[in-house]
């Protein structure tokens, strides 16, 4: 048995029982998923989500895609392919790591997926529109996405001046935070407050963070009155 004596670990808080970063996005029409993590079954289970219309992701990197096998269970029940919205790079390893789910010969109760490239071209999956923001991880590109007053970035440590133009004017800003110490490619706590401060959006909400980062009860005192961390099962409305 492994055994942890990190203190984010052993927590009895439920906000300190994370799993790893996704967003469900739900209109009155229209209901789909950014990124299907490698929890990905066990999060739609949990928010009983019966209705999912399309997959948009951020990024190729494993903990963003590695759950797209699960998405059969709704093409059984929805009798459709689940159409997925990402840019070339990630259409290329979804392509490469669900090979089986592309091949000519369609073996029975293999994932159906109709795949959609997109770029920073504002687009709209049913009646929610979308505006792609070009964010850097290290030295790769990652879309973080504008939905109204509605804005989601994750896995970026770097936004060029005319990209944050596009997150200025949002209502609910949710961002990545990592850990108070410097890393290659992630925003830090304080590198995310800066930007979170820059761009003036209303409600500031920070994810994508590690268990270095410490208690969400210990680093919520720490922070700014609009700004909080974000917990598994919080619900936004923007």
Same mark, same amino acid.
């Given at each position: ?6 203190? %984010? ?12 970063? &996704? ?7 229209? &209901?789909?998923? %950014?990124?299907?993590?490698? !929890? ?6 949990? $928010?009983? $989500? ?59 109760? /293999? ?6 490239? /997109? !770029?920073? $071209? ?51 800003? %949710? ?9 290659? &490619? ?49 619900? /936004?409305?923007?």
């Amino acid at each position: 048995m492994i055994g942890c004596d990190c203190e %984010v670990c052993i927590s009895i808080d439920s906000k300190d029982n994370r799993l790893r970063s &996704s967003i469900l996005v739900q209109s009155p029409d229209t &209901s789909f998923v %950014v990124d299907t993590t490698p !929890d990905f079954r066990y999060q739609m289970l949990r $928010t009983q $989500t019966r209705k999912l219309d399309a997959v948009l992701f951020t990024h190729p990197h494993k903990d963003h895609i590695a759950g797209l096998d699960d998405i059969r269970a709704y093409n059984y029940f929805q009798q459709k392919p689940m159409q997925l919205y990402a840019n070339q790079l990630t259409d290329e390893a979804i392509r490469r790591d669900f090979y089986y789910a592309f091949n000519d010969a369609k073996y029975p109760g /293999i994932p159906q997926l109709i795949n959609n490239i /997109i !770029d920073e $071209t504002a687009f709209s999956i049913g009646d929610v529109n979308i505006q792609p923001i070009l964010v850097w991880h290290l030295k790769m590109p990652v879309y973080g996405y504008r939905m109204g007053n509605f804005t989601y970035i994750t896995d970026a440590n770097r936004i060029d001046a005319e990209e944050r133009e596009k997150i200025k004017g949002s209502k609910v800003l %949710v961002v990545n935070a990592l850990r108070t110490e410097k890393h290659i &490619s992630h925003f830090t706590l304080d590198e995310a407050i800066e930007l979170a401060l820059e761009v003036e959006a209303e409600q500031v909400y920070f994810t994508h963070i590690s268990h270095q980062l410490g208690r969400h009860e210990d680093v919520s005192k720490k922070l700014p009155q609009h700004i909080r961390l974000a917990f598994d099962g919080l619900q /936004i409305s923007a």
